[in-house]
C-alpha cells in the first residue's frame, strides 16, 4: 500500500526516544507521505529537524494552534508569517478555534485564525482545521475567507452528516482518523454516507490511536487500520481508499 497521513505530530516530545524509528516504522509500512501541522513557535526546530532528516516522507505545515493562542499570540503570529514567507511549507496548519477548555481567548483566536487563513490564500496553500466545541464559528470564518485560493480540511471530523455536508459545500476536504474505528462510534455512519473523494486519512499521532491499538501512543505506521476500517465502511477495496485519500491528499496540499 502507499499511503499518506495528512496529520501526525511525530515531532512532539512523545516521539523524543525513538522518533526516527517511528518514521522508519511508517515507511516500512507504506506510509510514504506524513504531513507535519506545527503547534507555535516552540515546535518550530522539532518540525524541520525531522523534516530535514527525511525530505521525501515528511512534510512540514506552518501555523499557530488555537490553543496556542494566548496573551502574545501577536508575537506567534509573526512567527508564522517570517516562515511562510521564508521557506516552503506544504500547508498552513494547525490553524483554527477550539472553545472545549475555555472561551477566554475566542476573540484573539477568531483574529488568528482569520489572518492566517488570509496568509494560505496569499501563498496558495491548503489549510489543516482545528475546530472544538466551535463548527458553526470556525465555518462562518471559513465562508467569509472563501474564495477559489482557499482550500483545505477539516481535521479530526467528529460532527453530524449535516456538518460533512456544510464542509463539501465550501470544497473542503473531511479528514477521518481513528475515531472511526472505536466500537459504536457514529463517525462510522457518517463515514458511510461521505462520497469517498471528500475524505482524507489521518492519524493525528500521537492522539487518538486507532483499535486495536487505542489507549497506546498513536504513529503513523496505525494509519493502515484507519484505511482498513473506512473500506470496511464503504465495502470498497483499501487500495481503493487508498488510491482516493491520496488524490484528495494531493489536491488540497504542495506534497
Not at 28 to 55: C, E, H, Q, W, Y
Not at 180 to 196: D, G, H, I, R, Y
Amino acid at each position: 500500500m502507499f499511503l499518506t497521513d495528512t496529520h501526525t505530530h511525530l515531532y512532539v516530545e512523545e516521539f523524543d526516544t525513538d522518533r526516527y524509528q517511528v518514521v522508519k516504522n511508517a515507511i516500512d509500512a507504506g506510509v510514504k507521505r506524513m504531513l507535519l501541522p506545527n503547534i507555535d513557535s516552540s515546535t518550530l526546530k522539532a518540525l524541520n529537524d525531522i523534516s530535514t532528516t527525511f525530505p521525501n516522507n515528511c512534510f512540514p505545515m506552518m501555523g499557530l494552534h488555537p490553543t496556542s493562542v494566548k496573551p502574545d499570540y501577536e508575537k506567534e503570529l509573526a512567527v508564522v508569517e517570517e516562515e511562510l514567507a521564508l521557506h516552503n511549507y506544504c500547508g498552513v496548519g494547525e490553524i483554527g478555534i477550539d472553545l472545549y477548555w475555555d472561551e477566554t481567548f475566542r476573540e484573539q483566536q477568531t483574529d488568528a485564525f482569520r489572518r492566517q487563513l488570509q496568509w494560505a490564500k496569499k501563498y496558495c496553500l491548503g489549510v489543516s482545521i482545528h475546530t472544538r466545541n466551535a463548527f458553526e464559528l470556525t465555518y462562518q470564518i471559513v465562508t467569509e475567507e472563501l474564495t477559489e485560493d482557499l482550500k483545505g480540511v477539516f481535521h479530526c471530523f467528529t460532527g453530524s452528516l449535516a456538518d460533512a455536508k456544510k464542509v463539501m459545500d465550501v470544497g473542503f476536504k473531511i479528514g477521518i482518523g481513528g475515531i472511526v474505528t472505536f466500537k459504536n462510534s457514529a463517525l462510522a455512519e457518517v463515514v458511510k454516507q461521505l462520497p469517498l473523494d471528500w475524505i482524507v486519512l489521518e492519524t493525528d499521532a500521537p492522539y487518538l490511536t486507532p483499535v486495536p491499538f487505542r489507549g497506546k501512543r498513536n504513529q503513523s505506521a496505525y494509519i493502515k487500520y484507519i484505511a482498513e476500517k473506512v473500506a470496511a465502511i464503504k465495502k470498497r477495496r483499501v487500495d481503493e481508499v487508498t488510491e482516493l485519500t491520496n488524490k484528495s491528499a494531493e489536491e488540497v496540499f504542495s506534497i
